[in-house]
């Protein structure tokens, strides 16, 4: 996904795409201010119990009606396994415990907006399950009875898992 700054965040004026530290970057002519657009970073959970995983079918785009583990983006200033619990609550309706890191996903081409997915292992610790936020469903699946799955990190998860290498 391409990112696209138009207007100086410093001074307001107009940017112009020019060579700046070895790319091409929005810079300023008023103020020769440079933009550098970070990464968008998300979290996503793996929870598996009784043979089974835990997925959430999306409610919107990118690729809504599509399944994924429930995951979100982390906020500027927390923590990536508070910004998990965070999320799995608010989509799942379900209290977790982190386990461990799982992978470490670079996904900038795989039709959603994150260029980093960090991957934990979580298990339940409380709550009821209730679809929330921007899941519309959420279900437990066995390996061989999958639904349409979406983006990089839950499809090559899920391929280790039906490997038997998960």
């Known amino acids: 996904m391409s990112r ?3 207007f100086c965040p410093a001074c307001g004026h107009a940017l112009n795409l020019r060579q700046r ?3 091409l970057r929005p810079v300023c002519d008023a103020c020769d201010h440079v933009v550098f657009f970070d990464p968008k970073v998300a979290v ?12 959430v079918r999306r ?5 809504a009606g599509f399944w994924a583990m429930p ?3 982390m906020e500027y200033d927390e923590h990536p396994e508070a910004a998990l619990r965070r999320e799995v ?3 799942t309706g379900l209290q977790v415990r982190v386990e461990q890191l799982l992978q470490l996903f670079h996904t900038p081409a795989d039709g959603g907006i994150a ?9 339940i610790c409380g709550g009821e399950l209730l679809a929330g936020d921007d899941a519309d469903a959420v279900d437990w699946f066995r390996r061989d009875q999958l639904p349409p799955l979406a983006f ?7 391929r280790r898992w039906q490997a038997g290498a998960l």
């Open 4 to 6: 696209i700054a138009r």
């Open 21 to 23: 530290l070895g790319a």
């Open 44 to 55: 996503a959970a793996w929870i598996r119990q009784n043979a089974r995983l835990l997925l």
């Open 59 to 63: 409610r919107g785009d990118p690729l």
């Open 71 to 73: 995951a979100g983006f």
């Open 89 to 91: 609550l608010e989509e």
């Open 115 to 123: 260029n980093l997915v960090l991957v934990y292992e979580a298990s």
């Open 152 to 158: 990089l990190p839950t499809l090559a998860l899920v």
